[in-house]
Structure formats: structure tokens, C-alpha cells
């Protein structure tokens, strides 16, 4: 099956949107299914960039080698070329793999909290910090849909409805009050992390920026030095996972200017 697609809809620069499916390993054939169902959409404002990607190497969005790689490196520069204030990922994963997704323990494993089921397998959650932190603006909305591998039509169905509100919206409030029509606890949920998010991380990243300006780091040692110290200093309520991830946003901030 083919996998590669691109187009643009709309003329208007304003909101700008961008949906970008199989960003890695072989989801592709999958989210491609997704993004065939949006890809008529009636835009009544602003412009839909739709993307999606070919087969590459497996590499998690939350690696920072990720962005290294010429899939990662082709994302960002979507994202520099269109800067969307609503941007969408959409994954797919295997069955036994849904609960790594999903548990409560993964924001101390790996600096994220659990993303969240809406219906039929499909789940909703923000970006990688990653990125999140350097590309977009606090309040943009940089969100994933993750479906299962071959998805049936109940879970295109779900994808659809959620990006035939977001290509319709102008910005966050307005996803969220749309969505939390249809699933009034699932926002709650990502109201809470957004919430822990503003507090915490987005500010600590903020101030690792300012520190860095007034001082020349020899080594990754003494980013993560910083990174702790500023952590401690600001009483941000982040755990070592997320302190890891604020050296390695840092990185990533450097790289891509």
C-alpha cells in the first residue's frame, strides 16, 4: 500500500493545522487510513496541512534521537515551514503494547503521563515534550491520536470525529470545549495534565533558556547540573524522569536553533 500523501487545504494562513501520521516503523499503512478520511475536509478558516509519512526506523518520539533521524529531521521542518498553533500526530500501536501506553506509573517511567482512551482503542494525549517545549507556544495545541494497528472502522471513526473538530477549530479552548462535549471526563483528565505541565515543566524549561544565556556549559554534565539546580531552586514538582527530559529539551532547542 502506499503510504506517502501530502496536501494542503485551504488559503488562508491562519489557523494553521497540521496532521502528520507515521511518523515511525511502519505506521504509516495504518494512519494513512486515518488521514484518508479528513482529506476532504470543508475548512471554513485557516489552512490543514496533511502529511503522511513513509516506512522509516522505529526510533520513540520521546528519544531525542528521534529528531536526529531524517524522519524526525522531515517533522521538524514541517512543523518550521507551517508553524501550526493545532498540530496532530497520529500513531498506532499493537494490543500488547496499549498498557505501556496507558498505565498510571508511566509519568515516573518515562516523564509522560498515560495517555487517555476516548473509544474503540483510541487514545489522546500531548506531543513529546520534546518538541512540545521548543516548537510550539504554551497554549497551542500539540496533541496525539494513537489507534490500533489497523484500525477498524469504529477506530476511524473516532480519529475522524476528532479531527474533523480540530481542523474546525481555531485554537485549544476551543478543541477542548468541543471535545469535552462528547467526552466530558477524557478532558478532564487532559485538563489536569496541561495543567501540571504550565506549572511545572514549561516554566522550568524557561528558566534553564535564561540560565544558559548568562554562562558557558562544558558537557552534558553540567546541563544536567543546571537543569537540577534549577528544578531545586524553583521548587518545580517534576520527578527524574521529566528532569532528564528538561536537559534533553535543552539539546534539542540547541540543535535546532
Known sequence: METDF????????????????????????????????????????GSLVLCNMPASPYLSTLDPLYYLSLAGKKVIDLIREYTPEIYLELHCYHQDKKSKLTDSDRMEVSGVPGLVELEEGVLIGSTSPLIRSVFFKLYDFPFILEMPCNPPSKSLEVCYKIMEIASK????????????????????????????????????????????????????????????????????????????????VYVIFQEYG
Open 6 to 45: 501530502f496536501k494542503i487545504i485551504g488559503e488562508e494562513e491562519n489557523p494553521s493545522h497540521l496532521f502528520i501520521g507515521g511518523l515511525h516503523g511502519k505506521e504509516g499503512l495504518s494512519t494513512i487510513n486515518a488521514i484518508r478520511t479528513i482529506e476532504n475536509a470543508d475548512l471554513k478558516k
Open 169 to 248: 477549530s481555531s485554537n485549544r479552548l476551543e478543541i477542548m470545549e468541543k471535545i469535552g462535549e462528547v467526552y466530558p471526563q477524557q478532558v478532564e483528565r487532559l485538563m489536569n495534565y496541561f495543567d501540571d505541565f504550565s506549572h511545572n515543566f514549561w516554566p522550568a524549561f524557561q528558566e534553564v533558556k535564561k540560565k544558559t544565556q548568562k554562562i558557558d556549559l562544558n558537557g552534558y554534565d553540567e546541563l544536567d547540573e543546571l537543569t537540577r539546580r534549577v528544578v531545586e531552586e524553583g521548587g518545580y514538582d517534576l520527578n527524574q524522569a521529566q528532569i532528564k527530559q528538561l536537559s534533553q
